[in-house]
């Protein structure tokens, strides 16, 4: 599996950004995909999860009841629909799908990782 994330940008706090995740590869639609993060200095963070069919998703504390993960397996992609941006979300959004589909928050559970995408919220 191959995954390009793009849809980052650059935003006033408040407001909203989409990325997606475009994915390649025949067994796209089986896997769990997740979206993590990572700021200057810290860690890459679990951000949101989704199961191979959509219906369980999971998110960080964090970004809970902001922000909203949704998946097309027929088109391939998986979005993050981020609304009431604050400048602490400011980082590198990256997309990653787990084919063992284990709903985890680790970032060693996640064998396909995209490039990433720049997330910047301005106060």
């Known amino acids: 599996v191959q995954l390009q994330a793009s849809g980052g940008g650059l935003v006033q706090a408040g407001g909203s950004l989409r990325p997606s995740c475009a994915a390649s590869?025949?067994?796209?639609?089986?896997?769990?995909m997740g979206w993590f993060r990572q700021a200057p200095g810290n860690e890459r963070e679990f951000v949101a999860s989704i199961s191979w069919s959509g219906v369980r998703t999971h998110y960080a504390d964090a970004v809970k009841g902001r922000f909203t993960i949704s998946r097309d397996n027929a088109k391939k992609l998986v979005y993050l629909q981020m609304n009431s941006l604050k400048p602490e979300d400011t980082a590198v959004y990256y997309c990653?799908?787990?084919?063992?589909?284990?709903?985890?928050?680790?970032?060693?559970?996640?064998?396909?990782w995209g490039q990433g995408t720049q997330v910047t919220v301005s106060s």
């Open positions: 590869g025949r067994t796209f639609s089986t896997y769990t």
């Open positions: 990653a799908s787990d084919p063992g589909n284990r709903a985890s928050t680790a970032v060693a559970a996640y064998a396909y």
